[in-house]
């Protein structure tokens, strides 16, 4: 089935579909492996600015990618992380979160409002912060005391600043 023509209607959706009827024009088949290449699985926000291969230079094929709200360690990314690392392969685990989230702007309240429109309390926490770095520290924790993982030492966390593109890495330790 070939899509129809954009129009100004077109829904976002349609545009991918389209998009990528191009993109398997040009495609060629890799071959490669499941197993990424550089044995690397990255844990990052989802936030659109941050365009991860290009930060990090990185190449199709070479790292996991677990994105979510706030890039937080949560017991699914713990999940998809052992099923990296036990299953796939990989070993070193880099954990980004950003300058300006969004997660910097909502409290526990989001939830509490939530269950109050729709008589329902979702079964997870907001996992909001105020302080990116802290919550890198906290996800870094996550990883390192996950009794699931093969190699849970080496993790190491950033925050990317959305405004110069660079990786400022945070100190494991508390702050003083
Ligand atoms: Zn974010």
Same mark, same amino acid.
Do not use: H, I, K
């Given at each position: 089935m070939t899509s129809a023509p954009i129009t100004p209607n077109t829904s976002v959706t349609d545009r991918l579909v389209a998009a990528n009827e191009a993109y398997a024009k040009t495609f060629? =088949?890799?071959?490669? =492996?499941?197993?990424p290449v550089q044995k690397v699985a990255v844990v990052a926000c989802?936030?659109?600015?941050?365009d991860l291969h290009a930060a990090l230079g990185l190449d199709l094929g070479d790292c996991h990618t677990i994105r979510n709200a706030g890039g937080v360690v949560t017991d699914d990314v713990i999940r998809s992380l052992t099923i990296s690392q036990r299953a796939l392969g990989t070993r070193s685990v880099v954990l980004i979160h950003h300058t300006n989230?969004?997660?910097?702007?909502?409290?526990?309240d989001f939830r509490h409002e939530l269950e109050r429109e729709v008589g329902q309390r979702p079964s997870?926490?907001?996992?909001?912060?105020?302080?990116a770095e802290q919550d890198v520290r906290q996800s870094m924790q996550r990883v390192r005391t996950s009794?699931?993982?093969?190699?849970?030492?080496d993790v190491r966390g950033f925050v990317f600043d959305v405004h110069t593109g660079l990786l400022h890495e945070v100190d494991p330790a508390p702050a003083a």
């Open positions: 060629t =088949d890799p071959g490669m =492996d499941a197993r989802m936030d659109a600015r941050l989230c969004g997660l910097e702007s909502l409290t526990e997870w926490a907001v996992e909001a912060f105020t302080n009794p699931f993982l093969v190699e849970a030492n």
